[in-house]
């Protein structure tokens, strides 16, 4: 099993900047996709970004320019680097991994608890 422990969420005033982690512990093969994702009060849950195992990277639109996604292979932490952030970036934001199991190999996929940013002036 795998644990996703975020951290670095908080207020922030619009056009600020805050960097999200997400630490991933436990027993596993290898880590493979990790992503963040956002849910919003009324709203369903929508991905923000997701970097793959080669590095290669996704955004939502709302994001683009704004957000980059980065990871830590050694250290198996996923960053979120936001900046010139808005209102409605206000969500809490979920950490996703996807993984193979120690044993079997086979595919899973967790998440985080989560963690509030509120873009507010």
């Known amino acids: 099993q795998v644990q996703l422990v975020e951290s670095g969420g908080g207020l922030v005033q619009p056009g600020g900047s805050l960097r999200l982690s997400c630490a991933a512990s436990?027993?596993?093969?290898?880590?493979?996709?990790m992503g963040w994702y956002r849910q919003a009060p009324g709203k369903q849950r929508e991905l923000v970004a997701i970097?793959?195992?080669?590095?290669?990277?996704n955004y939502a639109d709302s994001v683009k320019g704004r957000f980059t996604i980065s990871r830590d292979k050694v250290k198996n932490t996923v960053y979120l680097q936001m900046s010139s952030l808005k209102p409605e970036d206000t969500a809490v934001y979920y950490c996703?991994?996807?993984?193979?199991?120690?044993?079997?190999?086979?595919?899973?996929?967790?998440w985080g608890q989560g963690t509030q940013v509120t873009v507010s002036s």
């Open positions: 436990g027993s596993f093969f290898s880590i493979n996709d």
């Open positions: 996703n991994a996807v993984w193979l199991d120690a044993i079997v190999r086979r595919k899973n996929t967790g």
């Open positions: 970097i793959a195992t080669g590095g290669m990277t």
